[in-house]
Every structure is written in C-alpha cells, then in structure tokens.
C-alpha cells in the first residue's frame, strides 16, 4: 500500500491512472450480495466515490449522477461509499434514486486500498475521499477526478463526456 498526493490529499492505497485497466473489485450491494465494479463489463461503468451520503456534498453528487444517469446508454452508475447497506437502501429510498447502484466498502475497504482513495490525513482520515472513475466496456480507465477540495462537487460534465 502506497501513500500519495491526490491533489490536495493524501491518499492510501494503490494508485489508479487514466490508462490502467480498472482493478475488478467486489462491493456490498443493499441486499449484502457482493457486487463487482471495475475490470471489463461490456458496459461503461460511472464509479461516484463518496465519503458518506449522511452528508450534504455527497448526497448532491449522487442526486445529480441519478438525474443525468438515466439518459446514458449501456452504462451502469454506482455510488461508492463505507455507509452500511442498510443506510445507503434508506438514502437511496428517501431521495429516489433509481439510476445509480449504492455498494459499500465497509468489510474490508478493498475498493478504496484498489483505487487509492482512503483519506489518509484528514479529519475525515480512513473514509474515502471524493472522486470519480468512469471505465469503458474493456475495462480501462478513461475519466479520473479526485476531487481536490472534499467539499467541492466534481465536474459532472467530464465524466459524463468520458462515456459519450
């Protein structure tokens, strides 16, 4: 596991570049079956990481990725978060979001070691930080934001044109 810069960050975990084929990974999905994310699907895969949806940023990016989300062909959305099944079900339920699939690294945080994406000197230190991976159908990453203020949305705009 290495530490990084992810712009004004620093990061754990083993950095992921524009480039690279997308470490397959599996997540909790709200019923606690495993879920893969990453690696080739035949689909574009929009990976919106967060670190929490019980906050305001977080759940804006993934109201915002639902909206825009329904208009993408043969793509999958994610929302990645530490959030348990069980409160991602109920934020998902509450906001209506249908677009996006909510999956949690909670058990062993191996999406965030795989993307380099734990927070490694913040307050929020050990959750994931804000970013989002777009992967075509091969499984390469075309579209990297690590978002550089954690309270700063991401450029919706670039990871959406990734897909097109």
Do not use: W
Request: with cysteine.
């Amino acid at each position: 596991m290495a530490t990084f810069k992810g712009n004004a960050v620093t990061l754990t975990g083993k950095e992921v570049k524009v480039g690279d084929k997308a470490p397959k990974v599996d997540l909790v999905a709200g019923d606690l079956s495993l879920k893969s994310v990453g690696g080739a699907s035949g689909k574009y895969q929009v990976i919106n990481v967060v670190p929490s949806l019980d906050t305001g940023v977080c759940a804006t990016q993934t109201r915002k990725f639902n909206e825009k989300a329904a208009s993408l062909p043969n793509t999958e959305v994610f929302v990645v978060s530490l959030d348990l099944p069980f409160a991602q079900g109920r934020f998902c339920s509450t906001e209506g979001i249908k677009n996006v699939v909510a999956l949690s690294d909670f058990r062993n945080k191996e999406f965030g070691n795989a993307y380099g994406v734990i927070l490694a000197d913040s307050p929020l230190q050990g959750l994931l930080t804000r970013a989002v991976f777009v992967v075509n159908p091969n499984g390469e990453v075309v579209h990297k934001e690590i978002v550089s203020e954690i309270t700063t949305e991401p450029n919706y705009d670039a990871a959406l044109n990734a897909v097109k």
